[in-house]
């Protein structure tokens, strides 16, 4: 038969020794090895008390941005609605009122904005997309959930807690 | 007989059955400490500090399963089975010495069950017996793989069984008597039988792991080729009683080692507790002495369970009929050889 790697090291199965066909050492030398493992420190994270930290660009849950006076930044331009390759984000856009001044940035805002969770794949393609730097997937995990209309996210999840008034 | 001496004894029995119950119990707990730990985990953490209250909770869950019986099978035997396993696994522990006598006033109580004079045959028998419980169970659910694994289970321990008990007679020249009471209280100050039986306790080590199915001969239970061996059909507590069972079995198997090798409860240094503490206090200490080796062996059985991967069946049998038997055969020969000598010199 061909060789199938292109390996040069031939191994011969040799024929055990006494002290091998003992079985005993070899016995020994394992008991030894797991017990050394019973005084190591365990690799457990122990999750709804500790958490892992999480790696810069780790992606998580959305968060809808404010500006720096507090107004929601989105524009409900639906670019982040386009760019989902999953289609979980949709959007109602309305006409700021005037008495809204220093509740949205500019004069359209999403009155509703939804990420449906089990769609989304947390690509980030929304953040890219997004000309105002309103919408990142900055948060922690998702929390899981018994229903499939809990997963549905609307504004009171998605947006930022507002900036406390000096 | 006066009423005291059953109420006595009566006593002893709901203590030793109280012990060995919780200690099967918290050995389920043991086993997935020992394994977490053994493999850098944490093991059961959750229910109560440390995980605690886990056989407890794993016990309302056996009672809660929905109770199964096989619409084929052999509903007596069934039922019989599990029941037996449980049985023979618990009148085990009638015969071993728990503690040298206690004092009290002028009443002398001994901390054990019954010393019958075959105490060693006894428990060699109701070890046999065991296997009646597996077969039964196998052969009653009628399913192939619980019957293959049954098969299984009563061949492994046959064949093991010999071995066991060529490594007790070469043990029984070297004490001269069969009852566990006498040769416990023989290997008082350091003259413990593995000393003078080296090679014996190993063959008897090794046939109490076949004999109690544990790790690396759980060939009846291996769930890679039997699904869960002669326990398949079972559920609910009947399940329960075939694990518990096995965890006692492990808990007398380690005590009758700890009795028969390991001087039971005799420690050195144990003439001046007697003399300190008293002939009540002392027996007691002998006695905790006596649980802390149990829980060594029991540690041990563990240890090696994750440490050592399954025999295949032709090495297992291949070890029982073709190493064990002639070293244990080699072992009388020439331990009766040697007291030939010493009795003649």
Not at chain 1, 52 to 79: I, P, Y
Not at chain 2, 97 to 125: A, C, E, H, K
Not at chain 2, 284 to 312: D, S
Request: hydrophobic share 45%; charged share 20%.
């Amino acid at each position: 038969m061909e060789p199938l790697t292109s390996k040069k090291k031939v191994l011969e199965k040799k024929p055990l020794t006494f002290a091998e066909r003992m079985y005993l050492p070899a016995i020994t030398k394992g008991l030894a090895i797991t017990i050394s493992h019973f005084f190591k420190k365990e690799a457990t994270i122990r999750y709804p008390e500790q958490q892992r930290e999480f790696s810069t660009n780790f992606r998580g849950m959305h968060s809808l941005k404010r500006d720096e006076e507090g107004k929601e930044r989105c524009t409900a331009c639906g670019l982040c609605a386009l760019s989902c390759p999953a289609e979980a984000i949709t959007m109602i856009a309305s006409e700021r009122k005037p008495e809204e001044k220093d509740l949205y940035r500019e004069e359209k805002y999403a009155s509703v904005y939804e990420i449906n969770m089990l769609r989304c794949i947390f690509c980030g393609l929304c953040e890219e997309a997004c000309p105002k730097e309103a919408i990142y997937l900055d948060g922690p995990i998702v929390p899981s959930d018994y229903l499939r209309k809990d997963f549905i996210y609307g504004k009171d999840k998605l947006v930022e807690a507002p900036l406390e008034k000096k | 007989m006066d009423i005291s001496f059953v109420i006595e004894k009566f006593v002893l029995v709901a203590i030793i059955f109280g012990i060995s119950l919780l200690i099967a119990m918290y050995s389920t707990y043991a086993e997935r400490k020992v394994a977490a730990f053994l493999q850098d985990r944490l093991g059961p953490d959750r229910a109560g500090p440390f995980g605690i209250l886990q056989p407890l909770a794993d016990g309302v869950k056996m009672f809660m399963k929905e109770e199964i019986i096989p619409t084929n099978a052999s509903k007596w035997l069934f039922m019989v089975g599990p029941g037996l396993s449980m049985l023979t696994a618990c009148i085990g522990t009638a015969v071993i010495p728990w503690g040298s006598d206690m004092t009290i006033g002028d009443r002398v109580i001994p901390l054990q069950v019954t010393d019958i004079n075959v105490g060693i045959l006894y428990i060699f028998g109701v070890v046999s017996l065991g296997v009646y419980g597996v077969m039964i169970g196998g052969w009653a659910s009628n399913n192939k793989y619980s019957l293959l694994s049954a098969i299984r289970a009563a061949s492994q321990n046959i064949s093991y069984e010999i071995a066991m008990g060529l490594s007790i007679i070469a043990l029984l020249l070297v004490t001269n008597s069969m009852s566990l009471g006498e040769i416990v209280a023989n290997q008082h100050g350091w003259r413990w039988n593995v000393l003078y039986q080296p090679l014996g306790f190993l063959l008897f080590m090794i046939c109490s792991f076949a004999e109690t199915n544990r790790a690396p001969f759980d060939l009846p239970e291996c769930e890679t080729e039997l699904i869960g061996g002669y326990h398949t059909e079972y559920s609910s507590m009947k399940l329960g009683f075939y694990l518990f069972a096995e965890y006692i079995n492990m808990f007398v198997s380690a005590a009758v080692m700890a009795s028969l090798y390991f001087g039971g409860y005799n420690y050195p240094g144990m003439d001046w507790v007697l003399a300190q503490t008293g002939t009540v206090i002392a027996p007691l200490i002998g006695t905790a002495v006596f649980f802390l080796k149990i829980f060594a062996f029991i540690f041990f059985f563990m240890w090696v369970r994750w440490t050592i991967p399954r025999f295949r069946y032709d090495q297992l049998m291949h070890l029982g009929w073709k190493v064990l038997i002639p070293l244990a055969i080699a072992n009388i020969i020439i331990t009766s050889i040697v007291i030939a000598i010493i009795e003649k010199f």
